[in-house]
């Protein structure tokens, strides 16, 4: 049993930020073929992953009874990060349905981000609506663009984004905690689009926007830049950035700018708030843009059914209050009894509190070793270091 598999891999990027580092991933590839699709950097084993979805179901089985031996919350459980857990062969195999299951049995709570449109087949929503009725369910729905159009040449085997946002609203009608994640968010495209998008997400029911900028390789903009309505972000490259902060070389992967990333979604937040929605950042560090109380909206979730781990939010939240960045140790010290940390996560698996380790010391080194850093990691509190 590889427990370990159920921990993001620590990064850079990702430690010092998310709270949902706990994922299964029921499949091994994706059949959306989506241009932007940073899975696809990973994903090497051949085939659907039917029959590697059976092993993780065995293992998350196993990990549940060791966690309900113990009486030991969890943080939530991501579904999935690789791949799209409702594409079509979840039809063929039922992997994504049979974890569903399994966390309204063990009561554990589940982040379901999706493109797909299955979730209102009546098998699948009956479970659904069973686990939002025990604040065990969140469901994030992702969205570039409402162009038709547009939206087959990025993602030609998802369903078209109407039909998402037709999900949305029949998912919000049986009270599931319904967010749109605008992810990737590109420019020329969806910051073209946010007014009306932003404006049917509301429609929908949606309680939160998220945004996530695109991060792609750099001989790919010429692609996004033929499609998109404004193309003159990509004709400038200084507006591009190395994604990630740790590469001392030049990088194939970049993202939009700070300047550029900031004007986008002050506009998104300004109709978010306009249209009564919350808005939050994924994994970019503007947190005094949020008005959402959790980036990923797992205070959507029932209280006391989840824990939570030190991430850059607490870092900024304790700056604010007190006026200096902390080390570690002081934030810690802050945190009440939702949060795991520290010694508390020797109690878990050692594999996989091995690696939920891992993401905490890239979180430190930060804070002791590495502040240098915080400049680009926390651009809000970039006055303050």
Known sequence: MDLGSFVINPSINVSPYCYSILRIEPYLN????????????????????????????????????????????????????LVDPFQPMEEKHGISKRIMELCLKYEVPLIIN??????LREDILNVL???????????QVSLSTINAKIASIL??????????????????????????RLQPFIPGITD?????????????????????????EMAKLQIYREIAYEKSVYDNLSLWLHYSPSVEVSSKIVRPSVEWRLKAYTNTKNLCEKHGLEFSTCKEGFYNYHTAKNCCGMHYLEDGKYLLRPTLHEVWTYCER???????????????????FGDGVRRYPKALGK????????????????????RILLPSLSQQI
């Open 155 to 180: 993602e030609p085997n998802a369903p078209p984004p109407m039909e998402r946002l037709d999900m949305s609203e029949k998912l919000s009608r049986e009270n599931v905690p319904l967010i749109v």
């Open 30 to 81: 994706c059949e959306h073929g989506c241009l932007y699709c940073f899975g696809c950097w990973y994903r090497v084993k051949p085939g659907d992953g039917g029959e590697a979805g059976l092993n993780v179901i065995r293992d998350f089985r196993g990990l549940l009874n060791f966690l309900r031996k113990r009486n030991l919350k969890t943080m939530p459980f991501r579904l999935s990060t």
């Open 114 to 119: 999706t493109k797909a449109t299955l979730l």
């Open 322 to 340: 007190r006026g200096s960045i902390p080390g570690f140790d002081d934030v810690a010290a802050s945190l009440t009894d939702a949060y795991l």
């Open 129 to 139: 609506t069973k686990l939002s009725s025990k604040g065990l369910i969140i469901v």
């Open 355 to 374: 690696k939920v380790l891992s993401h905490e010391k890239i979180l430190r080194e930060i804070l002791y070793e590495r502040r240098d850093m915080m």
């Open 192 to 216: 073209y689009e946010v007014e009306d998008i932003v404006r049917l997400a509301h429609y929908a029911g949606a309680k939160q926007i998220i945004v996530e900028a695109l991060r792609d």
